[in-house]
């Protein structure tokens, strides 16, 4: 009998320590997954912040001056023809009824109010800013034939004619022309 309640606990030892190494084991997963997560968080921060503090070379270096993503958009000053900040962009609207893929419309924050700039009162857009050919502003009012591509596309799900769902949308990458600024 002795020797029963020696082996008895003998295993109970052994059955302590394999736990006490599954613990640690799950503790080390738990910290180096800890320290991945935390490295795409700072990643994804660093991004933001490039991408917000106006680094224009890094949009131009991305798409060779030729593209912008609406994300390099959103927020950029607009300045009227004496360079005196207007606002900042707020959104930017298609009318597919007029043209369906130009960028119709850029609605400028200024204050509580907004103001909507129709894509030909535009003599260039930068990531430095957009300057104004002309001072004839009017004060946004929603359209129902008006798509806002922030409001309406961004962080939708597009779903195919079969009822799929498709994808969903992060950003938006428009195409600088010479006359606009189409999808």
Not at 32 to 45: N, T, V
Not at 151 to 174: A, E, F, M, P, Y
Request: charged fraction near 25%; glycine fraction near 6%; charge should be neutral.
């Amino acid at each position: 009998m002795g020797v029963d309640v020696k082996l008895l606990a003998q295993e109970n030892e052994l059955y302590i320590l394999a736990q006490s190494r599954d613990r640690v084991h799950k503790e080390r997963r738990c910290a180096a997954s800890a320290q991945e997560i935390m490295g795409a968080a700072q990643e994804l921060r660093a991004m933001k912040n490039l991408q917000r503090d106006g680094a224009a070379h890094s949009a131009e270096a991305r798409h060779g001056g030729e593209f912008l993503l609406l994300h390099d958009l959103l927020g950029l000053p607009v300045y009227d023809l004496k360079q005196r900040l207007i606002g900042r962009v707020r959104d930017a609207a298609l009318v597919p009824l007029i043209h369906p893929a130009r960028i119709d419309r850029y609605l400028v924050g200024a204050g509580s109010s907004w103001l909507s700039i129709r894509y030909d009162q535009i003599s260039a857009i930068s990531l430095n800013g957009i300057q104004l050919s002309n001072e004839k502003l009017y004060p946004y009012h929603s359209d129902e034939y008006m798509l806002r591509i922030q409001r309406d596309l961004l962080d939708q799900q597009i779903i195919d004619v079969n009822g799929r769902k498709v994808v969903r949308v992060t950003d938006v990458s428009l195409e600088k022309t010479w006359a606009s600024t189409n999808l």
